[in-house]
């Protein structure tokens, strides 16, 4: 039973489409995130929601557009995908207060 | 700018070595430090500290903090090849978790 599941796995594209990637968790935990994942390792938070009200929005394009229709499901949508969003990007929950995350398997982003 | 700095950036050892990694920070308001591994795909939780001095361990895994120095660090005895993986620290600037900060990473390679 998986705790936090991401969907698809991979996802290869072409520059200038729309995409989504959905995230669910069965953890009953009330805060989910998404974060990407460069090609060095870096991992960098982009949003962070805590009962489906958005908290963190780190300084990222307009173009990603997070929606959370519930505590247990946090998806992300990316207009006109550029080269530069091909990334792992991870979805992530836990509870707030406490610490240390359940990550979801990531999104392998690939734009072309 | 909040940031966490690991080292080394990578680490060859022998089975049965033992591995030192380090991690500093400079953040405003320090919460907490976490530890992470990730292997393939998600990173999964190790530890979480707030307290200097108090000695975190799990097995052969072991991990301290300074907070007067900044800087943290993990131990790993007795490697196995299994230990092979990217350690990543991380750092919640007293945000609740909302935006916690991630190093690089150091990746270890263990060889038989």
């Known amino acids: 039973d998986t705790a936090v599941s991401q969907t698809p796995k991979y996802l290869v594209t072409q520059m200038g489409n729309d995409k989504s990637i959905k995230c669910e968790q069965n953890l009953g935990h009330d805060t989910m995130y998404w974060y990407k994942q460069d090609s060095k390792k870096f991992l960098k938070i982009m949003f962070s929601?805590?009962?489906?009200?958005?908290?963190i929005n780190e300084t990222v394009p307009n173009r990603f557009s997070p929606k959370s229709p519930d505590k247990a499901h946090l998806n992300l949508h990316i207009n006109s995908l550029e080269l530069g969003d091909s990334a792992v990007y991870f979805c992530?929950?836990?509870?707030?207060?406490?610490?240390?995350?359940?990550f979801g398997s990531g999104t392998r982003l690939t734009v072309v | 700018e909040d940031k966490v700095v690991q080292s080394p950036l990578s680490l060859v050892v022998h089975e049965g070595d033992t591995v030192t990694l380090n991690c500093s920070y400079e953040?405003?308001?320090?919460?907490?430090l976490l530890w992470y591994k990730q292997e393939k795909k998600a990173p999964t939780f190790l530890f979480m500290l707030?307290?200097?001095?108090i000695e975190k361990k799990s097995g052969r895994l072991s991990s301290i903090l300074d907070k007067k120095e900044l800087f943290s660090i993990l131990n790993i005895t007795a490697t196995q090849t299994g230990d092979s993986a990217v350690y990543l620290c991380?750092?919640?600037?007293?945000?609740?978790?909302?935006?916690?900060?991630f190093g690089a990473g150091t990746r270890l390679f263990v060889k038989a």
């Open positions: 991380a750092v919640d600037p007293n945000t609740g978790g909302f935006k916690t900060i």
């Open positions: 707030t307290s200097s001095g």
């Open positions: 953040v405003t308001n320090f919460r907490s």
């Open positions: 929601y805590n009962n489906k009200e958005l908290i």
């Open positions: 992530a929950s836990s509870n707030q207060g406490t610490y240390g995350y359940t």
